[in-house]
């Protein structure tokens, strides 16, 4: 009884008022949301998206069936979201907020880069006057940093740029608030047109099990940052943000459901995934898509697909599955551009092009153009928000485009080598031949799942048979006994 009694004093030591430290995590009843969604916009040059199945609204519910009270959400969408109608919305939640609370700020549809920074496409907005039309970052630093009474900050965004959230959260943690932002691309690339982030992160509200790595019982917002970029790398091939400033790792967001230890698989599925969460490329259609593996059984594997606004599960048999190709990401923008002279070299593209007519910046087309693009002639007026440019020939050295007014003749067209003609039928039959191929590998993995199991039942059966030996030889001496 004594070593009890030691123990305990010791615990109550290193506790305050003999009670452990809780993890802290999300109260739904503390817990104030702005989502603004825009699909649409007033001007009609942006790019808008099918509104069935949108999931910014299942998000607002999501929170709403978590316990977050109806009174403390707030929902804008499309003609809705207007700059002021945003801003207004943010100020109000701040403003209400009680000591201790959560805010949570989520906004899906454009994303750009302005002069000042990051800024989210509001309904109004005009792409000439980003900074001035749009929903400036800066402006919701500055909102929660004068008008927030809460604790914590958890900010998410389904759009380009959206890493620029990390700007907000970085900034606000001087001011004494617990910050963090996952969001579907980082500050330095484009977003998918679909609503994987988004479908991701509503999957962790509800307890996705296999977002909780370290089997607790619970999604921390560390382990929501590393789900997010598991899905985004491999159904999007894409770069996402996750910053934390101020806001422990550990910080739970929702209690995890109970994991689902799959069936005892077979050779032939170890050689392509080792357990549920891993990812793959599975033949759908004719086509190699990218799934994920939720469970299991010999032969076949339970995989997830994400299509444009959801997450479809089949089983597929094993022929059909294989583990998943090298990832290509998109290079980022080099950390120092060239310096001008340097640049303005480059542009003319080795004397191609002389008479320079207008410069202008625009750091975003690196995701479509990368760090050098001789475009060639164009007539148009205005790009970027950029008005009255003159017509020429148009390079790009990241970040500026350079408008010329003169270009050299083109060198003599060389000719081509001809190209090797074969006779009739080869391609038909390399293909015949390749398909061949494909079978074969596919069966010869047939083959070693059946050598491994037969070498497994002989192993049992010679385990079997010299136990039989063993008890034959004892009946044998007690008959002879």
């Known amino acids: 009884m004594k070593r009890i009694v030691v123990i305990v004093s010791f615990l109550m030591g290193l506790c305050p008022h003999g ?21 649409t916009w007033e001007q009609r040059s942006l790019t808008t998206y099918p509104k069935k199945n949108r999931q910014d609204v299942v998000l607002s519910e999501q929170l709403l069936s978590m316990g977050v009270p109806s009174d403390k959400v707030t929902l804008l969408l499309d003609d809705q979201a207007t700059q002021a109608a945003i801003e207004k919305a943010v100020t109000d939640a701040a403003v209400k907020a009680k000591p201790d609370s959560t805010l949570i700020i989520y906004y899906a549809g454009h994303g750009m880069l ?33 008008n927030f009474r809460g604790s914590r900050v958890l900010l998410f965004a389904d759009c380009c740029y959206s890493g620029s959230l990390s700007d907000v959260t970085q900034k606000l943690q001087p001011s004494g608030f617990q910050a963090a932002s996952v969001t579907s ?138 583990p998943p190709d090298p990832i290509q990401l998109k290079p980022l923008p080099p950390a120092e551009p060239l310096e001008e ?92 031949i390749a398909s061949l191929d494909l079978v074969h590998q596919v069966m010869r993995r047939r083959i070693q799942a059946m050598q491994a199991s037969m070498d497994r039942s002989q192993a049992e059966l010679d385990k079997s048979m010299k136990q039989r030996a063993e008890l034959q030889s004892r009946l044998d001496k007690l008959l002879g006994e």
Not at 203 to 232: F, H, T, V, Y
């Open 185 to 322: 691309a980082s500050n330095q690339n484009a977003s998918t047109g679909n609503w994987t982030f988004t479908v991701s992160l509503i999957d962790l509200l509800k307890g996705q099990p296999l977002a909780d790595s370290n089997r607790d019982g619970w999604i921390s917002i560390s382990e929501a940052g590393l789900e997010i970029r598991k899905m985004m790398l491999h159904y999007e091939s894409q770069r996402n943000g996750f910053s934390l400033h101020g806001l422990p790792g550990d910080f739970r967001l929702a209690a995890s459901r109970p994991h689902h230890d799959a069936e005892k698989t077979d050779a032939l599925n170890k050689q392509i995934a080792t357990e549920p969460g891993d990812f793959v490329v599975a033949k759908q259609s004719g086509v190699w898509r990218p799934a994920r593996v939720v469970d299991e059984k010999p032969g076949q594997f339970q995989l997830e697909f994400q299509d444009y606004s959801q997450r479809v599960r089949k089983w597929v048999g094993a022929e059909k599955v294989r």
């Open 19 to 39: 009670v452990f430290a809780e993890v802290p995590r999300l109260d739904p009843a503390n817990t104030y949301a702005v989502i603004v969604g825009t699909l």
């Open 341 to 432: 002279q340097a640049a303005l070299a480059k542009a003319t593209v080795d004397g191609k092009y002389s008479q320079l007519l207008h410069q202008f910046k625009v750091e975003s087309d690196f995701n479509q153009y990368g760090e050098f693009a001789d475009f060639g002639r164009w007539n148009g007026e205005s790009y970027a928000g950029h008005d009255n440019l003159p017509p020429g020939h148009w390079v790009y050295v990241y970040p500026h485009w350079y408008i010329w007014n003169q270009s050299a003749e083109p060198p003599a067209a060389r000719k081509k080598p001809r190209a090797k003609v074969e006779p009739n039928g080869v391609g038909a039959l390399r293909k015949e």
């Open 114 to 146: 302005g002069q000042t920074g990051g800024v989210f496409a509001c309904y109004d907005i005009r792409t000439r006057k980003t900074d001035e039309t749009g929903w400036r970052l800066a402006d919701l630093e500055k909102t929660i940093r004068e």
